[in-house]
């Protein structure tokens, strides 16, 4: 069974960083879309950044230059470095994951909360 397992969420200043972590079980990363989405208080979950194939990265415009995905296919884990963390980042953080091959299968981690105070 596939598992999702996040971390490294927390309380930070604005203008601080934070790095999350996504540890995935039974994932072949070679086959599968590895993603970071956010969920704040009252608004839809919304896709921060994907990591496809090592290198094929995606990032939402409120994400482009602040943060940055990357896989470690060694430690079936993939990273969220947050930079430049600003109040309106707050929000829980899911890892999510979508297999390419059919039939598509997708996977959501139990998220962790960001906090960014002013």
């Known amino acids: 069974q596939v598992q999702l397992v996040e971390s490294g969420g927390g309380l930070v200043e604005a203008g601080g960083s934070l790095r999350l972590s996504c540890t995935a079980s039974?994932?072949?990363?070679?086959?599968?879309?590895m993603g970071w989405y956010r969920q704040a208080p009252g608004k839809q979950r919304e896709m921060v950044a994907s990591?496809?194939?090592?290198?094929?990265?995606n990032y939402a415009d409120s994400a482009k230059g602040r943060f940055t995905i990357s896989g470690d296919n060694g430690k079936n884990t993939v990273y969220l470095q947050m930079n430049s963390l600003k109040p309106e980042d707050t929000a829980v953080y899911y890892c999510?994951?979508?297999?390419?091959?059919?039939?598509?299968?997708?996977?959501w981690g139990q998220g962790t909360q960001v906090t960014v105070s002013s």
């Open positions: 999510h994951a979508l297999s390419v091959t059919i039939p598509r299968q997708n996977y």
């Open positions: 039974r994932v072949i990363f070679e086959t599968t879309i």
């Open positions: 990591i496809y194939g090592g290198g094929n990265t």
